[in-house]
């Protein structure tokens, strides 16, 4: 896991890509896990600043006891219907409370889905720590 300073340093062009998508839209969802384990999706807002990732939450909110109990999460910025689509971005890792409310991204794995220079076509840009960046295009 890594902080989002670790993609700005590696991946620095990745990491705009994916800063612009976040920022493009005020209004994120979050998935965390329930206690059965079955998915919780959630709106939320999110912030880059110093280097981290974080986003905040109601203390008395689903979504605040779901990551107090399991950390594990998964960020998706908004995105816009077709045919004005730019693509959207995801990231996933654990959610480390840093204050009340308040909780900071460790990051497992961020993407960058969106169309070729074509438009007939998928480009999906994937990041984890310790590893290149992948570029997968399908058509």
């Known amino acids: 896991m890594a902080p989002w300073q670790q993609i700005l ?3 620095p062009h990745f990491a705009a890509a994916v800063r612009r998508h976040f920022d493009a839209r005020t209004h994120k969802t979050i998935a965390t896990l329930r206690v059965d384990g079955s998915p919780r999706i959630s709106g ?11 986003f905040g939450s109601m203390s008395n909110a689903r979504k605040a006891y779901d990551l107090r109990r399991d950390q594990r999460f998964a960020l998706h910025s908004g995105s816009m219907d077709p045919p004005d689509w730019e693509g959207d971005a995801k990231i996933s890792g654990r959610a480390q409370e840093v204050e009340p409310n ?3 991204a460790d990051i497992e794995e961020a993407v960058v889905v969106r169309l070729n220079e074509a438009r007939d076509g998928l480009v999906i840009e994937l990041w984890r720590p310790g ?3 992948k570029r997968i ?3």
């Open 9 to 11: 340093d590696t991946a």
């Open 131 to 133: 590893r290149e960046l």
């Open 44 to 54: 939320i807002e999110a912030s880059f600043a110093n280097g981290d990732l974080s």
């Open 137 to 139: 295009e399908r058509t």
């Open 102 to 104: 308040r909780f900071r």
